[in-house]
């Protein structure tokens, strides 16, 4: 124990022949930091700024690789005209309705895509559009119009033909208006052809006696007259 306390400088104060060092109480006011602590704050502010200063030279680097990548991927003659030509197709193209999604994706794929290149796509797509219907149309069966039977068309078709046959027997067979309503006084039974005759021969001979000046009368004596010709 002797040997081990005189190793660590502890001996004398132990056998008595060496005073106890009295130790000060560290200070409340005293704001200064240890040596040790000092020396190791200051290393982690070096090694902050060493890290700091690292990346934004690794920054710096990436952005100067990155704008001469974006020189070699932009092409010479694509200048602000054909930006705004570009956005004005792009604008023509996503106004289309759904049904032309495929040619929308068609035209996406296209490497250039001015106006002048778009106004030609939209024009021979709308050609081969109707150009499909057309076929479509000669391929459906035919309906007539007139009769609604498949198979024909109305130029064709008999009971049009008939048809007009007839109205032309019709009209070739009718005769005049008064011709026509004569026919249609000698279809009516003896009893009435007889009234009517006899009320036409009753209205003329009033004619006859009342005076022309009389307006209602005659005016009245025509009504009759009229009513008894249909």
């Given amino acids: 124990m002797e040997a081990w306390l005189k190793s660590q400088g502890l001996w004398r104060i132990v056998s008595g022949s060496q005073k106890r060092p009295k130790l000060k109480p560290p200070s409340a006011n005293n704001n200064n930091p240890p040596a040790d602590s000092t020396t190791t704050s200051a290393t982690a502010a070096a090694e902050a700024e060493l890290r700091e200063a ?10 100067a690789k990155s704008d001469e990548a974006a020189g070699w991927i932009w092409p010479k003659d694509f200048d602000l005209k054909a930006l705004d030509k570009e956005l004005t197709s792009m604008v023509l193209i996503r106004a289309l309705p759904d049904e032309y999604s495929h ?47 498949p198979g024909h068309a109305q ?19 009718g005769g005049s208006w008064k011709q026509r309503q004569g026919a249609k006084k000698a279809r009516l039974p003896p009893s009435q052809l007889r009234s ?8 003329r001979i009033s004619l006859i006696l009342l005076p022309s000046s009389n307006s209602t009368l005659t005016s009245v004596g025509m009504q009759t007259q009229a009513a008894l010709q249909q």
């Fill in 155 to 173: 130029s064709t078709c008999r009971t049009f033909a008939r048809a007009q046959e007839t109205a032309r027997k019709q009209a070739a067979s």
């Fill in 196 to 203: 009517v005759q006899a009320m036409q021969v009753l209205f």
């Fill in 103 to 149: 040619f929308v994706s068609s035209l996406l794929l296209m490497d250039k895509l001015d106006k002048d290149t778009v106004q030609q796509a939209f024009l021979t797509e709308e050609i081969q559009r109707r150009r499909r219907a057309a076929m479509a149309a000669a391929s459906a069966p035919l309906q007539c119009e007139f009769c609604s039977r």
């Fill in 54 to 63: 690292k990346t934004l030279e690794l920054q710096d680097a990436w952005d």
